[in-house]
């Protein structure tokens, strides 16, 4: 009998030396060098582990939701009731199929509020609590396709590398789409010339959250007619728009206080210190946001100015509160850090006093615990500390942060 002398085209090993041998179109490959392949393949792409986007995604009712907000963002009520309601509708369409003759649409939100009142976090929090794909994305750095900048397209890369470029998964999952108010236009009448940073930049932004198939460099950047592009369809990617508009309270007085007053008109509903409550599309609209892009989000709410009460329970009430991180922190080292009332107090009338919102809070608190982060890990001694209002004082005005002068 004639001997087989097939080999692996690989490792040349003979087809007795193997125990599987595979035929290919002009070669073979034996059992060996398929195991050492996929071992390269895991160590050279680090494929993550497939998800069934059915099975991870989470869909909860909207007092669910809001009583889970609750747990991690302090106050901010409305702002929590109408996002839970947005975001339960959204993808309550996408779980059920809808009537041939009602298309259920989506609806993208904005939310505005003070730098540091939490429109981040409300986002990032139901993106975990839903178990989908999550990113953050700052409209400051985008323009019109062409020009010096990032295209909004890239946005979508964010997402796709959030998802694990599960193409799928993307496709339901949250942009949070930050600083939307950098991007207004500079007065309210439409330029006829190019604007490249702000009216050409919203009128890019129209086509991603209107809903439609977008080509998308994978690994994010810029496009190129040479590069490998992922199709996206936007129609089912849920958009949140946050922004501060800095000096939106005066087009909002002026509008309420040029209302006639009458029998069924009175002023005395108007809270002075939280005009933002009032808000609407024709104020968004009088900052320099275009009319198209307002239409691509019919949801408009507000978050409330952080008063001291809101900011001494952020320090300390939520799941995640900055007191309970630097605990742990200090825990790991194997020291007690106890916040007498008195030095909480002190962090919280400094937060007001810079107006930072919450962001603020943990700026002070690493300004007043640094010092002890970098001494305590090489010192055996200490195995407790105390931070009273004397500490925090005394550790504050020695920090960069105390320089600074007061807005």
Not at 50 to 78: C, R, T, W
Not at 189 to 201: A, L, Q
Not at 239 to 260: M, N, W
Not at 336 to 350: E, H, M, Q, R
């Amino acid at each position: 009998m004639a001997k087989d002398n097939t080999s692996c085209s690989f490792c040349g090993r003979e087809r007795e030396e193997t125990d599987i041998l595979i035929a290919g179109i002009s070669g073979h490959i034996c059992n060996f060098c398929i195991n050492q392949a996929t071992d390269i393949v895991k160590q050279e792409i680090k494929v993550a582990p497939a998800v069934n986007a059915e099975e991870s995604f989470k869909l909860l009712k909207p007092k669910d939701i809001m009583s889970h907000l609750n747990e991690y963002v302090i106050g901010q009520d409305d702002a929590k009731k109408i996002l839970s309601v947005a975001v339960y509708n959204h993808y309550k369409r996408l779980s059920y199929p809808t009537n041939d003759d009602v298309e259920l649409e989506k609806s993208n939100i904005l939310l505005v509020g003070r730098t540091g009142t939490g429109k981040t976090l409300l986002a990032k929090t139901i993106a975990k609590m839903l178990n989908v794909p999550f990113c953050v994305a700052d409209a400051t750095v985008f323009t019109q396709a062409g020009y010096v900048g990032e295209d909004v397209e890239s946005i979508l890369s964010r997402l796709l590398q959030a998802a694990n470029y599960d193409v799928e998964a993307a496709e339901k999952g949250i942009v949070f789409i930050d600083e939307i108010d950098k991007i207004s236009r500079k007065g309210d009448n439409p330029s006829i010339t190019r604007d490249v940073t702000s009216e050409g930049t919203q009128q890019a932004l129209l086509k991603l959250l209107e809903g439609s198939e977008v080509q998308v460099p994978p690994e994010g950047g810029r496009k190129h007619p040479e590069a490998k592009m992922v199709t996206i369809n936007t129609k089912n990617i849920l958009f949140v728009a946050g922004g501060a508009f800095d000096g939106i309270e005066r087009l909002i007085e002026s509008r309420i206080k040029t209302q006639p007053l009458g029998f069924g008109a009175s002023k005395n509903y108007i809270d002075e210190d939280n005009l933002l409550e009032h808000i609407g599309p024709q104020d968004v609209k009088k900052f320099g946001l275009i009319p198209e892009l307002i239409g691509r989000f019919p949801v408009i709410t507000h978050l409330n100015p952080l008063d001291a009460a809101a900011l001494r329970r952020i320090l300390t009430e939520p799941k995640n509160a900055l007191v309970k991180q630097y605990i742990r922190m200090f825990e790991i080292d194997g020291v007690k850090l106890t916040f007498d009332k008195s030095g909480l107090d002190f962090i919280v009338d400094k937060a007001n006093e810079y107006k930072l919102g919450a962001r603020g809070l943990r700026s002070i608190c690493e300004a007043i615990l640094t010092d002890a982060m970098f001494e305590i890990p090489s010192s055996e001694d200490v195995k407790e500390l105390k931070v009273d209002e004397e500490y925090a004082e005394n550790k504050f005005g020695k920090s960069k942060l105390s320089k600074l002068k007061v807005a």
